[in-house]
């Protein structure tokens, strides 16, 4: 392959192509983008449709709120569908290709939106990097919900702060701005345990309330001839409980199962979901070793 210039892809640094997970934004990367940059890395934080400064935050959802106005507030991201996100991540890397290599990383639910377009076009992508994401194998991602290695997961992190009906709403809403106590327990608990309530508070006024229903189907899963030529790594988070860790490797194993000629390359980090995030010094190092020029 070659990059911009006739010049060869091994000697030209990637782009990494960060892509977030449910309820966050291209914000939750400043802080990696930081030490990457510092390191000498280029990089592009992405919003999926229905994120960022394209989400819906209703005057409901201000001090002092408005319970009843937040459930029935509309919202943006409804409708919004797996598709409308591969497309708009596709978008971003034809144009980041342009520019020699891409490093693809998933964290969280971003991995099912990351591993559909490296089924639609893996020819745009030079490696995929999962952070605790999804890389659905042999289930549909909502499946694994009821699978033993979810079993130590609390549903009850999201359920405690969950605004309306899902189906009604046409959406998820969750209040991340609520001063229930015993909700935001659940939720730092959940994601951030080993973090300090500062840290904790600071990301959760990162997050939007609303996120999009669609998973994708079967069609969506891992795709041994497109997703499976990539090269990959999966970058398994030790402590995180609400992608626990033994669902992480189940996801490794069948990964490799489908592909057994190109397994992943493993990775591990302290911490829980969101402290690679928050303490990012350390997988930053670990992905500019994947990008380190070969040639």
């Given amino acids: 392959m070659t990059g911009p210039a006739g010049r060869s892809d091994q000697t030209v640094q990637p782009t990494f192509v960060l892509v977030h997970g449910a309820f966050a934004n291209s914000f939750s990367f400043a802080p990696l983008q930081a030490e990457l940059g510092l390191l000498g890395h280029r990089s592009v934080a992405v919003d999926l449709p229905g994120h960022g400064f394209g989400a819906t935050y209703t005057y409901a959802y201000q001090a002092p709120q408005d319970p009843e106005g937040l459930v029935g507030a509309l919202g943006v991201i409804k409708g919004v569908t797996l598709a409308d996100n591969v497309a708009h991540l596709i978008g971003v890397l034809e144009r980041a290709r342009a520019n020699g290599p891409v490093v693809l990383v998933a964290h969280s639910r971003g991995g099912i939106t990351v591993t559909a377009a490296a089924n639609a076009r893996p020819d745009l992508i030079d490696r995929l990097v999962y952070v605790s994401a999804w ?121 490799d199962a489908l592909t057994p000629d190109n397994p992943y390359d493993v990775r591990t980090l302290p911490g829980s979901h969101l402290k690679w995030l928050v303490d990012p010094a350390p997988a930053a190092r670990v992905l500019g070793e994947l990008a380190a020029p070969t040639g």
């Fill in 135 to 255: 890389a659905p194998v042999r289930l549909e991602a909502g499946q694994y919900y009821a699978e033993p290695e979810m079993a130590t997961a609390d549903p009850a992190s999201l359920a405690l702060a969950l605004v309306g009906n899902p189906a009604e709403l046409g959406l998820l809403r969750v209040n991340f701005r609520t001063a229930d106590p015993q909700a935001l327990a659940a939720l730092k608990a959940a994601f951030l345990a080993d973090g300090t309530d500062d840290e904790f508070l600071v990301f959760l006024n990162t997050l939007q309330p609303d996120e999009n229903l669609d998973t994708g189907t079967a069609a969506d899963r891992a795709q041994a001839e497109t997703w499976g030529r990539i090269p990959k790594t999966y970058v398994r988070l030790a402590d995180d409980v609400s992608m626990p860790l033994a669902l992480q490797d189940r996801l490794i194993r069948e990964g």
